[in-house]
């Protein structure tokens, strides 16, 4: 089992390997770009909606439809309408956070060995509740349980322990 410093160096290198902060950026382009492109096309729909309105509304005022015909139709568009204005209004206040919560928690990630190495007991405490969710003694080993989303880190570096990378240059050694 590698030492506390040796996971964090790695993990540090995993987190910088695999660009976190450019990955959680991506995401979000790809997100905002994706939310964009929904609320276009519900925008549309809502347009072709009011099309479809007035033109009802006409031929009401022009005697083609009756009354009655009017009422369900109307009300059933404006009920439409308003389903679509809310998946719009849920779409445009969508939670942007998590950029700045990734970020804050890889950072975390990167300092928390130094961190820890610098810190008095009690902070040292507090660092440890915020990464750790239980330890176990198995023998003489200590087995920690991460909290989300450090189980994830710390199982990238397990893996990157067993699978390291290949060298992209496979040509023989001289």
């Known amino acids: ?7 964090c160096n790695r993990s540090i ?14 995401s979000y382009n790809e997100e905002r770009v994706y939310r964009e492109s929904e609320i276009k096309k519900l925008r549309r729909k809502l347009d072709n909606l009011q099309v479809r309105f007035d033109k009802a509304y006409e031929d ?18 404006r009920e439409e309408q308003d389903h679509i204005r809310g998946q719009v209004s849920s779409l445009e206040q969508a939670d942007h956070g998590y950029v700045d919560q ?13 961190l820890y190495i610098t810190q008095g007991g009690s902070e040292k405490r507090k660092l440890l509740n915020s990464v750790l969710s ?41």
């Open 1 to 7: 089992m590698p030492a506390p410093s040796e996971i």
């Open 13 to 26: 290198l995993l987190l910088r390997g695999h660009g976190g902060r450019l990955r959680l950026k991506s």
């Open 60 to 77: 009401r005022l022009d005697g083609v439809i009756d009354e009655g015909y009017w009422s369900d139709l109307s009300a059933r568009w």
């Open 102 to 114: 990734g970020s804050e928690i890889l950072e975390l990630a990167q300092s928390a060995h130094s």
């Open 134 to 174: 239980n330890c176990t003694l198995s023998g003489l080993t200590l087995c920690p349980t991460y909290k989300k989303p450090f189980d994830l880190i710390a199982e990238g570096v397990k893996m990157q322990t067993k699978y390291p990378r290949q060298d992209s240059n496979l040509l023989p050694s001289a």
